[in-house]
């Protein structure tokens, strides 16, 4: 999920207009690829969570190489890209292309987007090696009675070899039998990683038993209002890593996010924005943030959020906020 071209109310002072020079070309990658490891293996179940989704670097490195965090697959993902929920085609393609130019490896997609075959383009177009690049797509619970039919055709229309990770998009009817035909793809070398996206703390206890492959990922809307403090932090004691969409509200409510006088105050103390606050804040959780954006300077502005790092006080500040609001109906 992400926000749109509107989403900003305060702009990085200094930074913001800079930030795509800070990131290397458009060749260099930001993530390697390592041999599938514990895919179907009942052992990686009960695998310490301290080996399934480190964090591959320290806080604080250089702005120019966006960081990446181990899946339990084996495979290294980054940890922050681009969503591209709402983005028609020709959007999609220069909002991957503006991603890539500015150090962004991370690409987030669905069935429901309607844009996969967008994001193909994009990734064909930016010039960036495609082992360089990860891909995230999601089949839908109206999929789920045929799941082989939805995983050809996701591949068929990004057309980009293999699927890095893919997705359930929530819970439905079905669920189990789709994620075991995802089970096969991964033996058949067709899609890398796997994971849900809004399973919560009931939904998984009932899941995870059901299925082989512990998921490598769960995606769910996370943001200042609606911070899931304790499902965070189940799900990443299993040594699954967390992904949040709608980082900065979400369409219709990041107006008034972005403008929260705390949140304002914070940014101002760094010299930074409100949404580089957000994503810290995020990254900081050791969450993985898909922000949603058309404007490429907003997009290599939310990449650059290692040049300064939250104080515990004001991570408190953060987490005084939650509303428990949710802003979508999954």
């Not at 399934?52 to 495979?75: C, F, I, W």
């Not at 028609?88 to 490896?105: N, Q």
């Not at 090696?129 to 799941?147: C, H, M, S, V």
């Not at 995870?208 to 499902?231: F, M, S």
Request: hydrophobic share 35%.
């Amino acid at each position: 999920m992400g926000s749109t071209l509107s989403r900003r109310s305060f702009v990085r002072l200094g930074l913001a207009a800079s930030a795509a020079l800070a990131f290397p070309g458009c060749t260099q990658g930001s993530a390697s690829q390592s041999p599938l490891t514990g895919s179907g293996s009942s052992e990686a179940k009960h695998a310490p969570a301290e080996k399934q989704g480190h964090e591959a670097t320290e806080d604080g490195t250089s702005m120019g190489a966006p960081k990446t965090v181990t899946l339990s697959s084996g495979y290294e993902m980054p940890t922050q890209g681009l969503g591209t929920y709402a983005l028609d085609y020709a959007t999609c393609i220069s909002s991957i292309h503006a991603l890539t130019t500015s150090g962004g490896r991370l690409i987030d997609t669905a069935y429901m987007y309607h844009n996969e075959d967008a994001v193909g383009e994009g990734v064909r177009t930016c010039g960036v090696p495609r082992e360089e690049l990860f891909i995230t797509t999601k089949i839908y619970p109206n999929q789920f009675a045929d799941p082989e039919a939805a995983i050809e055709q996701a591949l068929g229309k990004l057309n980009a070899g293999y699927i890095d990770l893919m997705l359930l998009h929530h819970p439905g009817t079905g669920d189990v039998e789709a994620y075991r035909a995802m089970e096969r793809a991964v033996t058949a070398g067709k899609i890398r990683s796997l994971g849900l996206s809004n399973w919560y703390v009931k939904e998984l206890e009932s899941f995870l038993p059901q299925v082989e492959t512990v998921p490598a990922l769960v995606q769910n809307e996370i943001h200042p209002y609606y911070q899931e403090q304790d499902v965070v932090p189940y799900i990443q004691g299993l040594g699954i890593v967390v992904e949040g969409w709608y980082p900065l509200g979400g369409r219709g409510h990041n107006a008034e996010l972005l403008a929260d006088p705390e949140l304002t105050a914070i940014a101002q103390a760094h010299g930074v924005s409100v949404p580089q606050v957000i994503l810290r804040w995020d990254r900081q959780r050791n969450i993985v943030v898909i922000p949603g954006s058309s404007n490429p300077a907003h997009i290599a502005e939310d990449l650059n959020i290692h040049g300064f790092s939250l104080t515990e006080e004001e991570m408190a500040r953060i987490a005084a906020l939650d509303r428990a609001e949710k802003h979508d109906w999954y």
